[in-house]
């Protein structure tokens, strides 16, 4: 994976992960909503005590219910997140390793080749300097 397609996928990740948020806050916001709601609608209802405190005990279940669902959700994207994100640094630790080992071996080859043309530039010189001596 190139560093380009790198760092296209963090900013894809980054605006999920704000996603993520946003409904998560929504998600919160609703529930508290619908708490404050029921625990209204309930007080203001006209009924008897033992209704209304039964009624509230019915809503603060549900709402509990409902905000426990959230949290398990959240928490759920999150374990997704973190593994996607270990699996994206597994892979770019591949790709830097796979280019290393490429580097590596193209510069053996070079040096091996460099070696090569001096030895050989060293022999002509040689047989340029006996040719060159007097007799």
Same mark, same amino acid.
């Given at each position: &994976? ?5 760092? *296209?996928?963090?900013?894809? &990740? ?11 806050? @929504? /998600?919160?916001?609703? /529930? @508290? ?8 609608? $309930?007080?203001?209802?006209?009924? %008897?005590? *033992? ?5 509230? $005990? ?8 409902? !905000?426990?669902? %959230? !949290? ?16 994206? @640094? ?7 390793? #796979? /280019?290393? +080992?490429?580097?590596?071996? +193209? ?9 090569? +043309?001096?030895?050989?530039? !060293?022999?002509?010189?040689? #047989? ?8």
């Amino acid at each position: &994976m190139k560093l380009n397609d790198l760092i *296209k996928e963090k900013k894809r &990740m980054i605006e999920r992960e704000k996603k993520k948020d946003a409904a998560k806050n @929504i /998600a919160v916001g609703t /529930a @508290i909503g619908t708490a404050i709601g029921a625990a209204a609608g $309930v007080l203001l209802a006209p009924k %008897s005590g *033992k209704e209304t405190r039964q009624d509230i $005990v019915d809503k603060t279940k549900e709402t509990a219910e409902n !905000v426990k669902n %959230s !949290v398990k959700e959240s928490v759920e994207a999150t374990k997704e997140w973190q593994e996607k994100i270990k699996d994206d @640094i597994k892979d770019a630790y591949e790709g830097i390793k #796979e /280019a290393k +080992n490429e580097v590596t071996e +193209n510069i053996e080859a070079d040096e091996e080749q460099i070696i090569e +043309n001096i030895e050989e530039t !060293v022999e002509e010189d040689k #047989e340029e300097i006996e040719e060159s001596k007097p007799l």
